[in-house]
Each structure stands twice: as C-alpha cells, then as structure tokens.
C-alpha cells in the first residue's frame, strides 16, 4: 500500500464555485504559472505517485457556496486517478482545507475526531500559558487535523491524522524587533498545537493503535534559531520523547535530521526569497508511524525533482513536480 502527503500551494483557486476544474490562460498562485498548467501538472504528479491514499494540504475551500469534496473528486474524474473518494473534515475559514484523497477499491475512510479531558475536539479550544506569565491562553487551530478512521480491505485498521500546522513566518513585521516579536508568538502558538496534537497521539499509542500522522508541520527538528529559545521542535513533541518506542512515531528524515544534524538534510519544500533572489529548501513535510508499522520495513520516499534521480532522470515529471506546487510529494509504501 502507498499513502502520501501532498501541499498542494492554493490548490482552491483551481476551480470555480461549481467545484469545476479551471483550465485556461488565466493566472494561478503560482508565479509565472497558468491554471491550465498547475492543473495539467498536477494530473501528472497525481498520476506519478499513484498512492492509495493522499492527505492533501492545503485542499479546495470548503464553505457554504463550494464543496472542496466535490472539487476534489472532480480533479480525481478529470485525470482519470483511481483515488475517486476524498474525506474532509472541519472545515476551516483559510480556504485551505486538509482532505483525505483515496482509492474505495482499497481503503474505506470515515471521519472520526476525538476527544478528552486533556485533549479537547481539534476544532475547539485548547488552554495553556504559552508566554509563562500565570495565565492561560487560548488556542486554536486556523486549520483543525483530520482525523481518519481507515481500514484496508485485509481488515486492517489504521488511524491516520493529516496536520498542517501554524506558519511560524512573521508576516505583517514592520522592522527587526516587530520581526522577532512576531516570530516567538507565532512559535509558541507552532508548539501549543504540537502538544495538543501529540495529546491524541499519546492516547491512541496507548490504546495500542496502528497510526500515522502526517502532513506539512511548518517546522523541524534544527530548522530556525528559535528553536533554542524553546528547546525542541514541534516535530519532535509529536514524534515523542520517551523513551519506550511504544510511545513514539517514527519518521526517517527527521531521525537523519536529528542524528546528523550538521550532514546533509532531506528536503521536501522550495521557496523563493525575493530579497535574497535565490531559493530556499525546507524539510516540513513528514509521514511518521507508529512503531508496529515501523516494524514492517516501510519506505519512504520524496518525490524531489532536484534530489531523487528518479525525478530527476523524468523530464516531464521533474517539470510538473516545479509547476505544480512549492512543496514535494512524500511517499510512503508499506506492507498491509
């Protein structure tokens, strides 16, 4: 079985309020890109990985006058994919939603949040003190996890949460210090959702559950400065520090990330830094699990045009991956 994770950048403005695919002359969010041609490369990419099951970031709006199911399922009739089903869950006001893209010849999906006492309905409140001041402060998620129920057609059962975790980016600074101030609000907020994502992890390694969460997490294990200021990263509070592997997930770029964390880094994102008029590489996108399917000897790979020579060695495909969004595919393939 094959399940990814996929950013896909402003995948809603791809389609109109019919939830009809758009292809034309007309420009997309991407630079220089038309809607015809995310579109055409999005197909492709799709088409590529040929995953079982997709958590899709950043999906088609899902509001009162559009259905980001409908626009997904329509993407999925158009190009011919056997991923004929999509999942969402709470919808959000972003217009990015986070959606479950699979084949119902090989998986059924249902939508099953959760909830406790220390780990409210991702669409609620969660309360902490973030900035250690003796008051608790409320926190939400601008885009709230899915949280999928998922069995194979063997009768397995798996539980898979899709995240796309709060942009630690300081937009709206007006100079250095705003910058700063701006950047450590927005981290401590970054981890807030972390802990409370790692709450429900927690409770479901415990009930002894097959599970993988995934997603774009806007963060990682050595990624910025203000990592030090706060000790870890949000991937590392949701991979889990203890150290019975019962209570861990596992995922291999961030383990080669923080074993080696001065080698070479695994990358799955590119962004262009206009002031610096160069790209920038991230790695924020992850697929962990738990350690039962760990113990399968999965595979993992990301679908980089530039670092994978299959990618690399396919023209067509190494083009569509740079039209189609500024993140890459990850894949995971494993035995079930």
């Known amino acids: 079985m094959r399940i990814a ?33 995310q579109a055409q490369a999005l197909g492709l990419v799709f088409h590529s990985i040929d995953a079982d099951a997709i958590m899709v970031i950043e999906a088609p709006d899902t509001s009162p006058n559009r259905s980001g199911r409908v626009a997904l ?3 999925a009739e158009h190009f011919g994919l056997r991923t004929t089903n999509a999942l969402i869950g709470y919808d959000n006001d972003t217009q990015q939603e986070i ?42 998620f601008s885009k709230p996890p899915l949280e999928v129920a998922l069995t194979t057609k063997t009768g397995i059962e798996l539980r898979l ?29 970054q981890l807030a959702q972390c802990i409370w994502l790692r709450r429900r992890v927690t ?9 993988i969460v995934l997603g774009d997490f806007n963060d990682g294990p050595g990624l910025d400065g203000y990592e030090k200021l706060f000790g870890r990263s949000g991937v590392e509070i949701v991979l889990g520090q ?13 383990q080669q990330i923080m074993t080696h964390p001065f080698g070479a880094r695994p990358t799955t994102s590119r962004f262009y830094v206009r002031p ?11 697929i962990m699990v ?24 396919a023209p067509e495909l190494r083009e569509a991956l740079l039209i189609a969004s500024d993140h890459f595919p990850v894949t995971l393939d494993i035995d079930l």
């Not at 409770?203 to 599970?211: C, R």
């Not at 203890?242 to 961030?254: M, Y």
């Not at 160069?278 to 924020?284: E, G, Q, S, T, V």
Request: contains cysteine.
């Open 5 to 37: 994770t996929y950013n896909v950048e402003w995948f809603t403005y791809l389609f109109d309020d019919a939830n009809n695919l758009i292809q034309d002359g007309t420009w997309s969010s991407r630079y220089n890109v038309t809607k015809a041609m």
């Open 99 to 140: 959606a479950l893209l699979y084949d119902p010849n090989v998986v059924t999906a249902v939508h099953d949040p959760r909830q406790s006492a220390t780990a409210p309905h991702f669409d609620n409140t969660f309360r902490m003190d973030l900035d250690i001041d003796a008051k608790m402060d409320d926190v939400v």
């Open 242 to 254: 203890s150290d019975d592997p019962a209570q861990t997930l596992f995922d291999p770029h961030a």
């Open 276 to 286: 610096e008029k160069r790209y920038l590489n991230a790695m924020l996108d992850y």
């Open 290 to 313: 738990s350690a039962d399917l760990a113990a399968r000897s999965p595979k993992w790979h990301i679908w980089h045009p530039f670092d994978d020579p299959d990618c690399w060695n």
């Open 203 to 211: 409770e479901h390694l415990t009930a002894g559950d097959s599970m």
């Open 161 to 189: 949460i899709g995240a796309h975790l709060k942009s630690k980016a300081p937009h709206g600074a007006r100079n250095e210090a705003d910058a700063m101030r701006i950047s450590i609000a927005n981290r401590r907020k």
């Open 73 to 75: 399922e329509n993407f």
